[in-house]
């Protein structure tokens, strides 16, 4: 019988043995999971799964050979300091995951397109007042970002009569459903004809405060704000200044540069902000055990470990 490897676990913000216990129960035949920091044989350790690891973690285990995240996003791995530069990072890749995203973005654009924000302040001053309908091909959707999620959404969102765009890094093969753009030219040009901004970028150091009092400017007036990539896209001060004095309708946040978000913070209490707590959507425990136990095999048989990001690029 084979060895299971031994995987630790590494995060400030999560018990990762509690919250993932029936995950590591299912893949003990691979791997043994061992709290951090190990008390002996450190050495021994080829594998970890990590969310938020410490600073320092990575050093203690000299011949780690992957980390894996609990979630699509590898932020948090890549901006440890302590990560050797020849280890592999490895994400979650889920298509339930891109499906809840999809309906997740999808309540958002049709809110905007039916006004259901408007209809809800008419509701509690008992006023009725009937807003017309707009058919969905008269609302442009710009997403930002390209991904599996990103596909995914624009696939929906096409398939109910929305007019899509799509923002990415590089250029993209066209496609009957959807624009694509991408430069700088190609981001303002999406960006002008655009009346709901998905962002679902990867958070890199290129696209860290791409949401900014410079973007907001260049979107339609009355636009509306889905952000669902990375708390630090976002400049938090230029967007309350868009929605108070400037061209942005309303925003969606799920994702915030501090979670739990403080019960002071001036995004709990806007009127034109709708707050949810993170869950646009989560990686299923299916998909995570999965990961592990395709990147255990791997490691064993010295092959290429699926999921693997691309440590330049950031994703």
Known sequence: MTTPLRCVLLSTTLDLARHFGPVLAEVADVIEAVPHPVAEGAGDVPMALAWFPPADAFA?????????????????????????PDVAV???????????????????????????????????????????QRPAGE????LLGYGRMGAQ?????????FTVLAWSRSERPPEAAVAHHHGAEGLAALLARTDVLVNLLPLTPETKGILDASL??????????????RGAHLVEADLLAALDDGPLGAAAL???AVEPLPEAHPFWRHPKIVVTPHEACDASPQAVAAMLRATATALRAGEPIPHAVDRGRGY
């Open 60 to 84: 203690q285990y000299p011949n780690l050979r992957a980390v894996c995240s609990i979630a699509a996003g590898v932020d948090s791995l890549l901006a440890c300091p302590g990560l050797p």
């Open 90 to 132: 490895v994400r979650v890749v889920d298509p339930d995951q891109a499906r809840a995203m999809s309906c997740f973005v999808l309540w958002h654009v049709i809110g905007h397109q039916r006004r259901f924000r408007t209809y809800a302040e008419n509701q509690a001053r008992a006023a009725w007042r009937p807003l017309g």
């Open 139 to 142: 609302i442009t959707v710009g």
């Open 153 to 161: 959404v624009a696939a929906d969102l096409a398939a109910l009569g």
């Open 216 to 229: 907001f400017r260049r979107l339609k007036p009355g636009a509306t704000l889905v952000q669902v990539g």
């Open 254 to 256: 799920d994702v915030f």
